[in-house]
């Protein structure tokens, strides 16, 4: 393994969707190597940003392809990328050891749709691979204490962005 500081973050983006109610949509992650021997298993979407794709783009396929969730409209965009850093059993582990951590571009989008249409264990018709296999409703203050501690930080930022939308 490469040293970790020397390592590149992976271009993602994140998604915070709320709904008419101003709650946002968090997920309860399938298991995966981040989230090993920890309960912080909610989070809202998220995904790595595809080669030439722009982060907007980027934001609305991850979306559809984790929850189903089409019918949305764009808020708007954080000001900043917000980086967080794998610790470094993720790092040591198959595809994602090849980065350090995560470099983010997060946009909140306000839900449109009938809530028929999130479909988590069976997402895009069964088209993608599940993610989540829950999700509900959450108030987004509450979201940086439900999220694995490594991406509290970032969670913290998105509270900071998006704050004068939440309930």
Known sequence: MAEKESLPY?????ICVFNKDNKVWIGNRLGASELEDSHYTWQMPQGGIDKGEE????ALRELYEETSIRTVSLIR???QWLHYDFPDHVVKAGKI???RGQRQRWFAFRFKGDEAEIEVTNPGGGAHPQEFEDWRWES???TP????????????SVLDAFSDLAD
Do not use: T
Not at 10 to 14: A, E, K, L, N
Not at 55 to 58: K, Q, R, S, V
């Open 10 to 14: 992976r271009d993602c983006v994140g």
């Open 55 to 58: 982060p907007l783009e980027a």
């Open 77 to 79: 965009e954080a000001p």
């Open 97 to 99: 050891g090849k980065y």
């Open 140 to 142: 987004l203050d509450r």
């Open 145 to 156: 204490d439900l999220i694995v501690p490594f991406k509290r930080q970032v969670y913290l």
